[in-house]
């Protein structure tokens, strides 16, 4: 069996102005300023041949190569009968891939065995028409080795004002296998016993019967030119290149995936583009270990400002996070504190608010010894008409 191939992929308005602040705290002026692999297959018996799928677990650590992913479930879309849920890197992926690849003789797969590995060898082969039979309650899909190649699909034109693209394409024969994969519904046993077009022998078939027993499965076998499977005489092709040059020309549906779900991973990781500077950056630090409250934030935000002058006019203990709230996906904290994704937001324990209005609120009655609005009532009136006049314009 070749090696693991490589590859290439691999604090009261909406403004920061406020009518009564209590003492300075100093923050308002800063604040408003191909290469991954896969796992080497694990040992089997020879004469147990291949394992079949147990329960694999939804979420598996990242292999040798570093991919770091953690999503077990890639969730490939349903296309042309290919599998339509793939297990990130699942047992025996190495030999699964190279039994699939030389199919020396037919392989039954149950539905979960289709699912979970087909989505890793996908890339070897290409789609050429699909048969529902009239008489059967099957569904054959017949594939073409990717290197085998088509025709293109526009003849090449001659007219010289027509802007021509840099473009060159792969030679063509250059593999001649053809493969079938039937599609049985459940309940499909007496098909499979009596092995009508399946290339298997009467001991293998007893084999799968007894994997399958009544659910869906799937056969996968090489065919002749002429579409027939096996028999006296026939011999179906064999590959002409190994499995790391059908992974050179294309990654599988699988892999590509994950390299997909690693990109956006990174993507997420990366720090915000805004940054506390100044004083503000200062402040931020002085409260960066971990308190009760945590205070969401995004410095450029007014909103947000207004709830950190309040936070440090009233000497209240919050642990400050810096947060991009324009970054994709939403950062999973912020989500927790607001599952809209937006700030400012605190949180405490378990409970969490958002609204800078709201929050005011809160951390008024939370701590009544600084207030934030004048004592006086006529004062205190003209400071809500002031904050109205604000939100309003």
Known sequence: MSAAPAFRASALSDSSSTSYLGPSS????????????????????????IPAVADLPRTVAADSAGTGLVDGSTGLEPSRGTATVTVEYPPDLALWRQRLFDLKEAVVLSAKEYDTYFPWIDNVYSHRSTQRYKHGRFVSH????????????????????????????????????????????????????AGDGIALGSKAREEAWARIQNGPFWVMQRIDSNGRSGGSGIKPSTHKHDLAMSDFIKLSSARRRLVELEREAKR??????????????????QHAASEEIKFYSACFCPFSQRVWIALEAKGIKYQYRETYPLRKPK??????ANPRGLVPAIQQGEWACSESSVILEYLEDLNSVTPLYPSVPRLKANCRLWIEFVRNC
Request: overall charge positive; some cysteine.
């Open 26 to 49: 100093g923050v308002a002026d800063g604040a408003a300023t191909t290469h991954g692999g896969f796992r080497n297959a694990e040992s089997a018996p020879a004469s147990t041949g």
């Open 142 to 193: 017949y594939y073409d080795c990717r290197m085998k190649g088509r025709p293109s699909g526009r003849p090449k034109s001659d007219d010289p004002n027509r802007k021509k693209r840099n473009r060159r394409a792969r030679r063509r024969d250059l593999c001649d296998v053809k493969i079938k994969i039937t599609e049985y519904p459940a309940c499909s046993g007496a098909e499979l016993r």
């Open 268 to 285: 997420s990781q990366k720090p915000s583009p805004w940054k506390p500077t100044g004083a503000a950056g200062a402040t931020a630090k």
């Open 331 to 336: 950062p999973s904290e912020l989500l927790e």
